[in-house]
C-alpha cells in the first residue's frame, strides 16, 4: 500500500476530512474551527505545493483554497489538484472582479467565498457540499424518481448517480462534484425547465428554499453552465444538451423514446 492509500485509508476510518491552504495565519485557524465544529478532522498548510501534496494523499472531503499565495497561487493549486482528485474545492478569495470567480470555476473550484467571510455561512456551505458527496469515497446508490439509477439524455449522454459517471456514446467525461449535480438535476426535472434559484437550491440541500438568489450566485450557476457544455461539447446556439431558456432557466434535451 502506497502513502496516498494508507492516507485515505485512514481517511475513511475517522470521517470526513478537510484540507485548509491559506498563507494568512489567522484565517488559515479560523478555518479550522469551522470546519473543525462541523465535524471534520482538518489538516492546516500555508502553500500550495504542500497543499496538493495533502490533497493527493489524503483524497479530503473538502478543500479551503486561498487564491493569494506566494509559490503557486489558487487558481493553479486547483488546477493541479483537479489532475488527481474529486475533492470540494472552495476557492476563498479578498479578490471581488467577476473575472477572477469565472477563472477560479474554469480551473475546477465548486464554490468561491469572497473575503471577509462569515463563519456561519461558511459552515452551511460546507455541510450542504458533504451531503451531496458519496460516503467514503465511493459512490452511493440513489434512485431517480423513475426508479432508474441512469439518467438517459440526448445523443448517448448517460448519467448515472450509483456510479457518479456521465458518459456520452459510452466516452467518460470527467465533470466537477458541482458540474455533475447540476447536469444530474437537470435530467431528473426533464423535459421540465429548472431556474438559476432552483439549480442553487439543489447545490445547496438542507438550506431554506428561496424564491430569489443573489447576483452572485447566478453569476457562479452561468459558469458552471458554461463549463458543463465545454466539457459536454454542447453548443448554446445549437443546444444537443441543455437549452437555455432566457429569464426562465435550463433545460435538459432528452430524445423522444426517453422523454
Known sequence: MNDAQIGQA?????GPTAVVIDDDA??????????????????A?????????????HN??????DVNMPGIDGFETARRIRE?????????????????AILGFSV?????VTK?????????????????????????????????RALVGNGGLVVNRSTHSVTIDGRPVLLTRTEFELLATLLEAAPAVRSKVELVSALRPG?????????????????????????????????????????????????????
Open 26 to 43: 489567522d484565517v488559515r485557524d479560523l478555518l479550522v474551527q469551522v470546519l473543525s465544529s462541523a465535524g471534520f478532522s482538518v489538516r
Open 84 to 100: 488527481h482528485s474529486n475533492t470540494y474545492i472552495m476557492l476563498i478569495t479578498a479578490l471581488t472582479e467577476e473575472a477572477d
Open 10 to 14: 485512514i481517511s475513511k476510518e475517522i
Open 45 to 57: 498548510f500555508d502553500n500550495g505545493y504542500d497543499g496538493v501534496d495533502a490533497v493527493i494523499a
Open 108 to 112: 475546477g473550484a465548486d464554490d468561491v
Open 116 to 148: 471577509p467571510f462569515r463563519a456561519r455561512e461558511l459552515r452551511a456551505r460546507v455541510l450542504a457540499a458533504q451531503r451531496r458527496r458519496p460516503r467514503d469515497g465511493t459512490p452511493e446508490p440513489a434512485e431517480t424518481p423513475g426508479g432508474d
Open 207 to 259: 438550506q431554506k428554499p428561496t424564491s430569489h438568489t443573489s447576483e452572485a450566485d447566478e453569476r457562479a450557476i452561468e459558469t458552471h453552465m458554461t463549463n458543463l457544455r465545454r466539457k459536454l461539447g454542447d453548443s448554446v446556439a445549437e443546444p444537443r444538451y441543455i437549452e437555455t431558456l432566457r429569464a426562465v432557466g435550463y433545460r435538459a434535451l432528452v430524445s423522444a423514446s426517453t422523454s
Open 60 to 65: 479530503p472531503d473538502i478543500t479551503t483554497l
